[in-house]
């Protein structure tokens, strides 16, 4: 099975599961998106507002500030996949409750063992914790951890979470600074940011049902299941054009 039909089967599983409360006032489960063979994973916390309407992960204030900051590194959502910790929304935008995290967490560790990322993004302390279960976000934010994670070598590069910065200038300047160095954090290994398109999508999901821009840009993982809308495989595009690093900034 292909790492998209693996999703597409979770998807399926998040839509229908009832082990926590939290799918009874959610409108929309919110899996994850785009793209199924991604190097990098951004995990935040649970779905809001929008993400719940729409289906989608990082689609109001917070994922306009992430998209600002992946396109400050010339990373496209399309080369990344983006999901949560929690995969319903909690009412008015709650933290998580530990038995929510225990119920939905196994989710969330099917899609990272069907991507098998190389980087995995926390945002905000909830995600860090995930994997990094004693550390505080003020003191490991921006700094790497490398660490075999259910037997996948995973490089975890915590950050605090776009709300969390939306709120409060230092860490909006915290989190800039961080997002900056991932470049440099990630190309040694191995991962060029420049030429994630050639992994790109090849098996990228679209949702055809849907006019907006936004849900065109970002996959429509959920709702897909939810219409029942047509698989687009799209051919892999050119790589990305070399630009000099310091030109990026
Ligand atoms: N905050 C999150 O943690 N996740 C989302 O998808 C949106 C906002």
């Known amino acids: 099975m292909s790492n998209q039909e693996e999703l597409i089967r979770l998807a399926s599983e998040i839509k229908n599961c009832q082990k926590c409360p939290l799918y009874k006032a959610a409108t929309n489960p919110v899996p994850g998106a785009p ?32 998209d600002k900051l992946l396109a400050k590194i010339s990373v496209k959502r399309d080369d990344v996949f983006v999901c949560n910790i929690l995969k319903h929304r909690p009412p008015n935008n709650r933290a998580p409750m530990p038995d929510e995290i225990t119920a939905c967490t196994p ?49 975890i590069i915590p950050m605090y979470h776009p709300a969390a910065a939306l709120r409060n200038g230092q860490v909006m300047k915290q989190l800039e600074e961080d997002f ?13 940011l420049r030429y994630q ?17 936004t849900e065109k840009a970002h996959g429509f993982l959920g709702s897909r299941i939810k219409t029942n809308g047509q698989l687009v495989v799209k051919p892999a595009p050119p790589p990305e054009p070399e630009i000099e690093q310091g030109k990026l900034f």
């Open 35 to 66: 793209n199924p063979n991604a190097e990098i994973v951004f995990v935040g916390e649970a779905p809001g507002y929008w993400e719940d309407q729409k289906g989608i992960p990082f689609v109001g204030a917070a994922g306009n500030l992430l």
């Open 107 to 155: 989710f969330l560790k099917r899609q990272l063992l069907t991507i098998k990322p190389k980087v995995v993004i926390t945002l905000g302390r909830f995600a860090m914790n995930y994997f990094i279960p004693e550390a505080y976000i003020s003191q490991t934010h921006g700094h790497p951890m490398s660490v075999n994670w259910e037997g996948l070598d995973l490089l």
């Open 180 to 192: 900056l160095k991932v470049p440099e954090i990630i190309e040694p290994r191995g991962l060029n």
């Open 197 to 213: 398109s050639k992994r790109s999508v090849g098996a990228k999901i679209l949702n055809q049902k849907t006019n907006s821009s």
